[in-house]
C-alpha cells in the first residue's frame, strides 16, 4: 500500500499529525535525543505543540534533549563509544512519576517548575578542563544569529573561506549493487566513523585543527551543489568531531533522494551532468568542538544496509529489487559558480 503512495499525496495527510497540533490540548513531556534517528520529529512535535496547539497545551509543553540513542531505558551517560560525565545520565522512571502523579492524581511534585526546554551541550570527553558537557535551559526552542557557512573543497578540505576556482568538483561512485557499509538498523552514534569513512567511495571534507573551541547548537543544514550520471540518486551527509588520535565521532547524519529536491509531493528527476542545488536539513545538534579537535563532514551515496540503496534507473520504486538498477557516478561541485557548504549554528565555546 506504501508503494502505491510514493508521494505526499492525501493517503500520507491523513496521517500528518503536524497538520493537526491545533486539536491537540494536553500537557506533553517530550524527551530528545543527540543520537536517536527520530530527533528532528520529537523536537517538531514540541515546537508545534507549544506554538499551535490548544490552550491547555501550549502553556504545558516540556522538551528535554539529552546525548543518548533511541528508546526510553537507555538515558544514561554511557553512549556508543563516549562516556560523557555522569551528569549526563537522567532519570526517566522518577520523571515518569512525577509528571503523572502531578497530572493524572493532582499532586503538587514541582514539576511544572522544572525548565520549560533543557538540553545537553556535548563536549569533548577525556579531556579535563573541555568546555561542555553541560545542560542548558530556556524558555523556547529558539536559536538566534546568522548561520555560519563552512565551504567544502578540493582535496577534502573545509574551512570557512569561499572557493574561489573557476573548476572544481568531487566524483563517487554510487552502485546499489555494491554500495558502501553502514552495517545494522540503527543510527550508530558516538562511534568512531572512520570504517564507512575509509571505503572506497566515500568521501570527507575536514577543517585544519581548531585554534579554539568552536560550539554548533542549533539545526545544520548542507547546502549542496550536485550532479549525477543516474535520473535519480542518494546523497548522505555526516557530520563528526575528529580527536587528536584520529577518532571521528559520529554527530549526526540525514540521506536525501534527488527525486523529492524540491518537496514531497511530486517527483523530479535529474537531466544527467546538469547542476542541482540540494539542502538537506542534517539534523539538530548541540556540540562544542574542543581546541584541537577537527570539524568533518561526509557525503556519500550508499551505506546499506542502514539505508537501502537507490536503484537509480528513475522509475517508480517496487517492493521487488529491479532487474535494471544501474550504477553513477556523482559530482560534488565546490567551485565559485557553484560552492557547496555546511551551514551551521556556530559560536565560540564558553
Known amino acids: 500500500e506504501w508503494f502505491s503512495h510514493p508521494n ?3 493517503y500520507w495527510r491523513d496521517e500528518d499529525a503536524s497538520l493537526h497540533f491545533d486539536r ?3 500537557p506533553c513531556f517530550t524527551i530528545g535525543s543527540w543520537f536517536d534517528f527520530m530527533n528532528q520529529g520529537s523536537i517538531a512535535s514540541f515546537i508545534g505543540r507549544r506554538h499551535q496547539g490548544g490552550p491547555n497545551s501550549r502553556d504545558n509543553q516540556w522538551l528535554l534533549v539529552g546525548p543518548w540513542l533511541h528508546g526510553r531505558s537507555n538515558k544514561s551517560h554511557k553512549v556508543g563509544e563516549i562516556e560523557f560525565p555522569e551528569n549526563a545520565a537522567w532519570p526517566v522512571d522518577d520523571h515518569m512519576l512525577r509528571w503523572f502523579d502531578h497530572w493524572l492524581k493532582g499532586k503538587d511534585t514541582g514539576v511544572t517548575g522544572d525548565p520549560r526546554v533543557r538540553y545537553y551541550v556535548m563536549g569533548a570527553t577525556g579531556e579535563p578542563g573541555a568546555p561542555g558537557n553541560v545542560w542548558r535551559d530556556a524558555d523556547d526552542w529558539v536559536f538566534k544569529g546568522e548561520p555560519r557557512a563552512f565551504f567544502l573543497h578540493e582535496g577534502g578540505k573545509l574551512d570557512a ?3 574561489t576556482a573557476e573548476k572544481s568538483s568531487t566524483d563517487l561512485v554510487s552502485d546499489p549493487l555494491h554500495p558502501m557499509s553502514i552495517p545494522g538498523r540503527g543510527f550508530p552514534g558516538a562511534q568512531d566513523a572512520r570504517p564507512f569513512e575509509e571505503q572506497a567511495e566515500v568521501r570527507t571534507f575536514t577543517t585544519e585543527p581548531l585554534a579554539e573551541p568552536v560550539e554548533w547548537t542549533g539545526r545544520v543544514f548542507a547546502d549542496l551543489r ?3 550520471t543516474a535520473p535519480d540518486t542518494d546523497f548522505i551527509v555526516r557530520i563528526s568531531d575528529v580527536y587528536p ?3 571521528s565521532i559520529l554527530i549526526v547524519d540525514y540521506p536525501w533522494r534527488m527525486r523529492y529536491r524540491d518537496g ?3 517527483e523530479k528527476l535529474m537531466e544527467p551532468g546538469e547542476v542541482y542545488s540540494l539542502k538537506i536539513p542534517v539534523g539538530w ?4 568542538f574542543n581546541r584541537g579537535h577537527r570539524i568533518r563532514v561526509t557525503i556519500a551515496s550508499t551505506g546499506a544496509p542502514l539505508y537501502e540503496p537507490n536503484p537509480q534507473n528513475g522509475k517508480p520504486l517496487t517492493i521487488e529489487w529491479p532487474d535494471d538498477a544501474r550504477a553513477a557516478t556523482n ?3 565546490h567551485s565559485a559558480a557553484y560552492p557547496s557548504r555546511i551551514l551551521a549554528p556556530a559560536g565560540n565555546g564558553d
Open 24 to 26: 491537540m490540548n494536553v
Open 264 to 266: 514531497f509531493e511530486s
Open 226 to 228: 550536485v550532479s549525477s
Open 331 to 333: 559530482t560534488i561541485h
Open 161 to 163: 573561506i569561499a572557493p
Open 8 to 10: 505526499y499525496d492525501d
Open 285 to 288: 545538534m548541540s556540540q562544542i
Open 245 to 247: 588520535d584520529g577518532r
